[in-house]
């Protein structure tokens, strides 16, 4: 859950590490488990972490930096947040309709994206942020992150 403010990498490194062990509940690369409920659960806070970097984190970086919201990190962030999203749809809907080869195609696909997704925000979005953000300002965003989620 959102609420202690280290750095932002700190904190969002570590966001990334409870995801990734939800992930790891549902798939496994050799022998997919169909839980829904895992699937739930990973989903729902993934969605939550899109938000508080697209909504939150990533527009009050773009504003240090002094650059528009359709440009440089926030977006290029968000393009992925987008592709992210469209997987977790369409593993949703296989899901649904029991055609397991999609949903074992679509969680593939996705298990690669968020590995090439967070190593990147690991290793440029946070770290820039961290030089960029106030404390003060970070302590806030997560505060109002707080109020309306
Ligand atoms: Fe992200
Ligand atoms: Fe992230």
């Known amino acids: 859950m959102i609420n202690k403010a280290n750095t932002v990498s700190d904190f969002m490194n570590k966001e990334h590490e409870y995801l990734d062990q939800l992930w790891a509940k549902f798939f496994d690369k050799n022998s997919l488990e169909i839980d829904e409920t895992f699937f739930a659960d990973f989903k729902k806070r993934e969605l939550e972490h899109i938000r508080f970097e697209d909504e939150f984190l990533f527009p009050a970086l ?13 977006s290029l962030a968000r393009r992925d947040h987008g592709g992210i999203v469209k997987l977790l749809e369409m593993m949703e809907r296989a899901m649904q309709i ?19 997704h967070r190593k990147r925000e690991q290793e440029i979005h946070y770290p820039v942020s961290d030089n960029f953000v106030s404390q003060d300002e970070w302590e806030n965003i997560i505060e109002k992150f707080n109020l309306v989620k």
């Open 98 to 116: 029991g055609e397991l080869d999609a949903l074992e195609m679509s969680a593939r696909n996705l298990d690669n994206i968020l590995q090439a």
């Open 62 to 74: 773009n504003e240090y930096l002094g650059i528009a919201q359709d440009e440089g990190l926030a």
